[in-house]
């Protein structure tokens, strides 16, 4: 007697481990064709009395069988009452053959407290995969192109043409009073030589107060003179460059050095403000004017030298 009774207790514990609750696959579209995506729903519904902790659904790789598997969401119960509960876990499945791609069983672990049973997908499962072929026709004859259709133009393409057309105008607009401006603009007055346009710099720099800037505009009026004469860009370049450009054109060296002299005198003023008194700079002014005239002298076309008459 004892050991019948010990023989039903063990049945009775291992019931839920004989009993595999079923696991439900609904498969959307039932007969998709090459490439469409499949929604594949894993149901199960299990009796929650000895559940040790919640089913265990598949890990899943990249493909189910051979069919790929481009996604899957996480297990969740979606509803528990009169003693069981359903999980559910939903696959997006996409096969790119046709015919029959099997599905084959996969196994849902469930704890229970007397043990672990693993519940299986139904067997046979596959996914019946359509051609976009029609059937019968293995290989279709190209239908004729169609006639061409006019579309309709909607108020967007009317509203667009509209804008671009104000934008149009507005631009031809401001391009013909840029143009009108600059006939009626008075002509720019034709820029003077070199030595007379330093000339008239410095007679307007007779009546500057300010030793700043005058020293400011005395070196930018020599720079550019010498820019002007040698040619070089001497308003860009620093007084050490200007030296460099003056030395390596075999200019005469007292008067490099008198025009560098001067510049650098310019450049404490300027840079290191340096104090100055107003006869000071009124003659370094004159002194600018005297070497640019060397340089004149200088740079003046040399006339040929007369040839003595054969006597």
Known sequence: MPGRTGGLLALFLATPLLAQPPVTVDLTPTAPTVGDRVQATL?????????????????????????????????????????SAVWEQRITLAAFKTGSVPLPPVA????????????????????????VIPPGEKDPVPRPPAPPRSLPLSSRFWWTLAALTAACLGAAGLLWLQSRRRKS???????????????????RLRS????????????????????????????????????????????????????????????????ARQEVGEAQGRERAEAARRVAGEWESHLAPKEPEALEAAG
């Open 185 to 203: 603009a008075p002509g720019a007055a034709p820029a003077l030589p070199p030595f007379e346009e330093l000339a008239a710099e410095l007679d």
């Open 43 to 83: 149901t199960l519904r299990v009796p929650t009395a000895g559940l040790a902790a919640d089913p265990r659904f598949p890990a899943w790789g990249k493909t189910w069988g051979e069919a790929e598997v481009e996604s899957s969401s996480a297990p969740v119960k979606i509803s528990e009452q009169g003693g």
């Open 208 to 271: 500057e107060p300010s030793m700043l800037a005058l020293h400011t505009a005395l070196s930018f009026a020599l720079r550019r003179y010498l820019g002007r004469r040698l040619p070089f860009p001497a308003v860009e370049s620093t007084t050490s460059d200007i030296q460099r450009q003056l030395l390596s054109r075999r200019m005469p060296g007292p008067l490099v050095r008198q025009t560098v002299e001067l510049l650098r005198a310019c450049d404490l003023v300027k840079f």
């Open 108 to 131: 849902v672990a469930i704890p229970y407290q007397t043990g672990t049973v693993q519940a299986q997908t139904p067997a046979g499962l596959a996914l019946a995969v359509r051609s």
